[in-house]
């Protein structure tokens, strides 16, 4: 099952996507496999997980790009070797006694676009998807990701945002091209993240009314949470976070609605 999550800069993905995969080796996937791919180049969805990469897609890419140059490229097969060097840099991870395995996309190197990038990252998701139970992808922000149609075979796409108008404007504007470009409608929810519970009742009705004006079904909210914040402010990995924390336990009920 291939669940991505997508949404505004700053809103939380990586929060979200970190606790999803904590949360999956809870409640799901003791003995099954997780995959967690981190697709945003600015990358920081490793240290969520508290693991270190050493070498990411984008890596391999430059390698082969180099080789092919130079006319020194090993095989006759791009493909083939491709897959083995993707197979090589997924690193499996036991952290806090949670198993998973990770894989970076990077980005490419100086000013190349991302398009081939954005290619292998389509193949490494339609590849994995029989290897993995589930496959969380923290996604870039904004809409890069579906436009090129990398994560449009999502069997459910989380929009995160948080309670600020330009939060709910992406969310609008990721649902409507998504569904555009053929994600079903039933698979799109929303999860509204940061959300200040010492709001007052008319703050909080406004939230309430951007949640309906946007036409996405919300699935859960995700309270503030200063455990959070105060692993943010120590660079502690948020996989590490208490099972009493309050955004974790929003996590594990948008686990129990949406996973099977
Ligand atoms: N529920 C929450 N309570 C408190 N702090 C939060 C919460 N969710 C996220 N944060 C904090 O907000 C900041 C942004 O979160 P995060 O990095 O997950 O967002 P993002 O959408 O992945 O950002 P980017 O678009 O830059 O990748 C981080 O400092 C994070 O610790
Ligand atoms: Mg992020």
Sequence with gaps: MLVVITGKGGVGKTMVSALLVKCIAELKAKDENILAVDADPASNFANALGIKTTCSVGDIREDIRKMLNKGTFPLTDK???????????????????????????????????????????????????????????????????????????????????????????????????????GVKKEKIFLAVNKFNENFNESA???????????????????PHDEEIATFNLGGKPLIEISDDSKAYNAIRTICKILLP
Excluded at 143 to 161: C, P
Aim: with cysteine; proline share 2%.
């Design 79 to 181: 493909e083939m070797y491709f897959d083995g060097k993707v197979f090589e840099i997924t690193a499996e991870c036991n952290i806090c006694s949670i198993n998973f395995d990770f894989i970076e996309m990077g980005r490419p190197e100086g000013y190349e676009c991302y398009c081939a990038l954005n290619d292998m990252l389509k193949k490494i998701l339609k590849r994995m998807e029989n290897a993995y139970k589930f496959i969380v992808v923290d996604c870039e922000a904004g809409l890069e990701h579906i436009s090129r149609r990398t994560t449009t075979k999502a069997d459910i796409m989380l929009i995160v945002t948080d309670t600020s108008n330009a939060g709910f404007k992406t969310a609008v504007k990721i649902n409507e091209l998504a569904q555009r470009l």
């Design 204 to 222: 909080k009705q406004r939230v309430e009314e951007k949640i309906n004006a946007c036409g996405i079904p919300e699935i859960w909210r995700i």
